[in-house]
């Protein structure tokens, strides 16, 4: 399996622009998580779906922020507008469920993010 | 809410030597707790999951432990060499909920 795909892998962007994070899990996996990680704030946990329905949505920092996960083989994490604080490395990470909850984590390469 | 804390935030050693990581959590109703390594601008790569029901895992050199009752894990590296250098995170999992600590970066110097 090629893991989990994440695009793009650099994004340099001005403020007010919309950002669009995609990201494609391992076949097969039913969770997925995305993670925002700062030097400041290290991995914070944004949102994560569990077969394709939003779980918990909690660490979504602002209305800004908006994620889909239309289908068991795409998610998108949008930014609207942008602003230089959103400034970060952006993971996606898909798991097993597997039957107590008990699936390995496994992420992607991340996509850096700059907004200027 | 779930807090993990990794101690120390950053450790510097000798190649060679054997050393201890340690990861604490405020809640012990955990599913499992996973060992990941991250160089530098790149993503984390698991490295041990250890479910709830489990004392320890190894692989090769890396031995994990997990003390749920007081909410406690260590990783131990064992003869540490150079190219072990790099920020090492545990995660517990409850539900579809993980959460992470902050790190701790390792250098092993030659």
């Known amino acids: 399996d090629a893991g989990v795909i994440q695009s793009p892998r650099h994004e340099v962007t001005e403020m007010g622009q919309e950002v669009t994070l995609r990201c494609k899990p391992i076949?097969?996996?039913?969770?997925l998580f995305w993670y925002r990680q700062t030097m400041m704030r290290g991995l914070e946990l944004l949102i994560y779906?569990?077969?394709?329905?939003?779980?918990?949505d909690s660490g979504m920092p602002e209305d800004r922020f908006s994620a889909k996960m239309p289908n068991a083989s795409f998610s998108t994490l949008k930014i609207q507008p942008s602003e230089p604080r959103d400034s970060a490395v952006y993971f996606c990470?898909?798991?097993?469920?597997?039957?107590?909850?008990?699936?390995?984590?496994?992420f992607g390469e991340g996509s850096r993010l700059t907004v200027l | 809410k779930q807090e993990v804390t990794q101690i120390p935030a950053a450790l510097s050693v000798p190649e060679g030597e054997n050393l201890v990581l340690n990861c604490s959590f405020t809640?012990?109703?955990?599913?499992?707790l996973q060992w990941f390594r991250q160089d530098p601008g790149k993503g984390l790569t698991s490295l041990l999951l250890?479910?709830?029901?489990?004392r320890e895992q190894t692989s090769g050199r890396l031995n994990a432990s997990l003390d749920k009752s007081s909410g406690r894990s260590t990783l131990y590296i064992a003869a540490s060499q150079p190219g072990d250098s790099a920020t090492y995170l545990c995660?517990?999992?409850?539900?579809?909920?993980?959460?992470f600590g902050a790190g701790t970066r390792l250098t092993v110097k030659p």
């Open positions: 809640d012990s109703a955990i599913y499992n």
């Open positions: 990470a898909s798991s097993p469920q597997g039957a107590v909850n008990t699936g390995e984590l496994f």
């Open positions: 076949s097969g996996h039913n969770s």
């Open positions: 779906f569990n077969n394709n329905v939003p779980i918990d």
């Open positions: 995660a517990v999992r409850r539900n579809n909920d993980m959460r």
């Open positions: 250890i479910q709830s029901s489990q």
